[in-house]
């Protein structure tokens, strides 16, 4: 350890018997359920002073001190490993990486000859026994010598296969976790069953795993990163599996089956030079928000059995591996207050308001509080210190107030007892609260989305408009403005006769709309733009879609078994409204779609088909005039999905003129890029 990084100062025997028991804490609490009051900064800074304490005070080490132990101490489980499952020494920055392989070198007395180079996945290390190729029992890591039997959680860990390509007996060793997805489904499934949610994907996995009886099933992930045969095993593939560099045995547990990180973004590789890994160390680092799934660091290890057998272990971590730790995801700050937005539908969301902290890359001011029972059920309150998480794409969220750094001068936070946006009652029956005006309470803000331009696209309604309008009673919601008459439009203030004409013409221009853009100007909550195309594309007509049970809305990509049923609820919630659409003769039709046939997948060649496209930069060719979402559409019509950020995901990149960081991140992950014409050329069936 260097005596540059910030540690707690502890004062006297009592801050350093305090100190002791809360990393003790902290630890079993952060290795039983993957949650802690400490954020990993904040534990390690702890542990750093407890350190350093007992440098200076040698005669005052408490036993129970997490200092020099595997999991800070934490024991849990009764399943012994049979060789010992340890947790790597940090490095943090790249002068501390180079000064440990300078120190590991002195150790051999030589040059290492290859270091392998992986990603670090924030979740929990397990071991996966299996017994003549078949999977017999999951352990977690525990202290490290002993862990939990898990095997209940087989069969829901996608990557971890039940057979492997060979009937060998081994130990697979990797990361357990939830990928970005599997998250949010998880949180949905919670939310649907208690109202409450995961605090972080960590947590998730950790609670997930250890959860026997719940009454729903969330998927994991598994990524392996090692192999350990059984110790008393001599056998050929024992013997060749304890001497191969370690990317070959990764090549190995590849080929049996198992997920590895090898076709990621982020795979390892081997370098023969310390410069090279530090350059991979920035690679994976350039990544990781774009990565559907956490990562806390880079592993850098000796590639060669030799080069580890030489190096050894010290008492609590090999010598010859190190992670290199990115940045923490989940931080300490403040809450300063919460505030309450109505959205479009009427659903009234709390958002807490943040102390900015750096957090994955960028300053987090807000962040998600959920609902009411969720700020009850974390007993938060304004002014609390509380743990907060962002990585990647996941939507920042308040984890739980850090009670013992209260001061006495936190208040509680006010809810409010009627509608924040129009003064009515509130509807608190579910657990996400709403307005019991709905969507009319926010009338003026959907009317304003469903006229927009990429929706039904009538020029000439700005906001002033469509409010005289709501306030002299011609209309009540946007199905209302294609009953207006030409008496009522020149009856408003400020209205001629040439704009009455030119806003009427428009309205008739928008019953044409394709399907699509009818539909996502509904609002359908969960749904916007590219979900409605797919759900148009997919049921072609607007009565496939009302008479499709949540079972057949499952099979539209992207809506899962969550989403279903709350697009099945809010199409008879809006049904008077469609049948008004349908009564002023507005299209329902997707043009060039078919319905599904009965029991039957839809099977057609589409030049797209199940690639994710994102367009970036300024069009040129046959698509320069086009919008941004007439793009998109075209994507959508061609079978591709439209995204508008580029990730591991993406299949295809089309860059126009000015096309800026996208086209970095692109060509940095390898993603095929074309220019707008050449990409006019491939669907030029479908402009
Ligand atoms: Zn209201």
Known sequence: MTETLPFTVLADDTAYAEAVQLAVDSAAAYYADGTSALDDDAYDRLVRGIQAYEEAHPEAVLPSSPTGKVAGGAVVGDVPHTVPMLSLDNVFGAEQLADWAAGLERRLGRPVTAWSVEPKLDGLAISARYRHGRLAQLVTRGDGSAGEDVSHAIGTIVGLPDRLADPVTVELRGEVMMTTAQFEAACAKRQAHDGTTFANPRSAAAGTLRAQDRPYVCELTFFGYGVVPPPDDHSELAVRLRELPHSQIMDWVAAQGVQTTAATPVAGIVADALERVQERVGEIAAVRAELPFGIDGIVIKCDLAADQAEAGFSSRA????????????????????????????????PRAVLEPVELDGSIVTYATLHNVADITRRGLMLGDSVTVYKAGDVIPRVEAPV?????????????PQVCPSCGDAIDSSQERWRCVRGRECRAIASIIYAVGRDQLDIEGLAENRVKQMLDAGLIADFADLFFLTREQLLGLERMGETSTDNLLAAIEQAKTRPLSRVFAALGVRGTGRSMSRRIARHFATMDAIRTADAEAIQQVDGIGSEKAPVVVAELIELAPLIDKLVQAGVNMTEPGATPPAEGEEPKVELPLAAMSVVVTGTMTGPLATLSRN????????????????????????VAGEKAGSKRAKAESLGIRIVTPEEFAGQVHAFL
């Open 318 to 349: 090999p010598r010859w591996a190190i992670a290199y730790k990115l940045p923490a995801t989940e931080k300490i700050t403040k809450l300063l207050g919460v505030e309450w937005n109505v959205g479009r539908t009427g659903v009234i969301a």
């Open 630 to 653: 007439e793009v998109n559409e075209l994507i959508e019509r061609a079978g591709g999905k439209a995204s508008s950020s580029v990730s591991a995901k993406t299949s295809l990149l």
């Open 403 to 415: 009670v013992h750094l209260r001061t006495g001068d936190e208040r509680p936070i006010e809810i």
